[in-house]
């Protein structure tokens, strides 16, 4: 059966918006590198504009779905309500971000400097979901859902496309799961070409390892200190019957593992990442996922959104 986004609607995704986005960098480490004997290549997707991939996703919304005059609306952990207010901004759309209050003020901050306007409320992302949903059936306001919608997963699909163009080669890459927009967008793109793709999630917030383990999208609790970018309860249907098909399996790491993963990006090339964009690499430095000999890994280093203090805590 064919997954509901294919590989051709993420290249169309890809020249839509390509004159909005970054083509962001891979930075391809020599063989050691990580306590691996292969070669392993890091695609550098914190260097997107707004700090995390979820720009492609909001322009290619913006740009595919018609914008009543009152503007969009979002729920955000952060990152996805500052790449909405980015997006919107760029296009001149009015937006509207709901955010819970476990939400980085690094974020928060990124998305007023984006010109909208933020209403702060809840414990975790499922309130803020639920606010954002009253405002919109109130106001007629599009909603851009953090990740599951059709445009949003072709637009974080298209992620794979440059990286396969970058790194030639890849039999492997480890991708970090939140609500799961991003890796079923990028298992999309992959399926069929022979590159296995592995999710990673924090021990304390594993929705999509939870619903691939019960056979179904199931609620689970949240505790992580990367709940405030993959802190989602649910991944919902779309993205589970993508990953269901596309996605090898998802390896689990514990917090103080996330953290390692951000002393060893800081301590080694300067790169200030926050938890959620770190736990991608945290699965290759704890040994979650142990490649093969000689195997060629890729990892996605998703955001860089980091509250500056608290990664000095971490260090």
């Known amino acids: 059966m064919p997954l509901p986004v294919s590989r051709d609607d993420i290249r169309a995704a890809h020249e839509r918006i390509r004159p909005h986005i970054r083509r962001t960098p891979v930075f391809s480490l020599p063989h050691g590198a990580f306590g691996h004997d292969g070669p392993v290549s890091l695609k550098l997707e914190?260097?997107?504009?707004?700090?995390?991939?979820?720009?492609?996703?909001?322009?290619?919304?913006?740009?595919?779905?018609?914008?009543?005059?009152?503007?969009?609306?979002?729920?955000?952990?952060?990152?996805?309500?500052?790449a909405v207010a980015y997006a919107a901004r760029q296009l001149g759309i009015p937006a509207r971000i709901f955010v819970p209050e476990i939400s980085s003020p690094a974020k928060v901050e990124a998305i007023r400097r984006f010109g909208a306007d933020v209403v702060i409320g809840g414990q975790r992302y499922a309130d803020a979901l639920a606010a954002c949903d009253t405002y919109v059936?109130?106001?007629?306001?599009?909603?851009?859902?953090?990740?599951?919608?059709?445009?949003?997963?072709?637009?974080?699909?298209?992620?794979?496309?440059?990286?396969?163009?970058?790194?030639r080669g890849l039999d492997t890459v480890l991708v970090a799961v939140?609500?799961?927009?991003?890796?079923?967008?990028?298992?999309?793109?992959w399926a069929g070409q022979g590159i296995k793709v592995v999710g990673v999630e924090?021990?304390?917030?594993?929705?999509?390892?939870?619903?691939?383990?019960?056979?179904?999208?199931?609620d689970v609790t949240v505790e992580s200190i990367a709940a405030d970018s993959l802190g989602a309860r649910n991944t919902g249907e779309l993205v589970f019957s993508i990953a269901r098909a596309a996605v090898d399996h998802v390896a689990l790491v514990k917090d103080a593992a996330i953290r390692e993963a951000q002393r060893t990006l800081w301590r080694d090339w300067r790169i200030a990442s926050e938890p959620g964009g770190a736990t991608a690499l945290a699965a290759l430095l704890s040994q979650a996922y142990r490649p093969q000999k000689g195997e060629r890994v890729g990892v996605l280093l998703c955001g860089a959104n980091v509250e500056l203090s608290r990664l000095a805590d971490i260090l």
């Open 46 to 82: 914190f260097l997107q504009h707004a700090g995390s991939f979820k720009p492609r996703g909001a322009f290619n919304t913006l740009l595919t779905q018609p914008v009543p005059r009152v503007g969009v609306a979002a729920a955000s952990g952060g990152n996805h309500g500052a």
């Open 178 to 189: 939140g609500g799961g927009g991003l890796i079923a967008g990028i298992a999309s793109a």
């Open 137 to 167: 059936s109130e106001t007629g306001a599009l909603s851009i859902h953090a990740y599951d919608s059709l445009p949003t997963l072709q637009g974080q699909g298209t992620v794979a496309l440059e990286w396969e163009e970058d790194a």
């Open 202 to 218: 924090p021990e304390g917030s594993r929705a999509l390892h939870a619903s691939l383990e019960a056979g179904r999208p199931v």
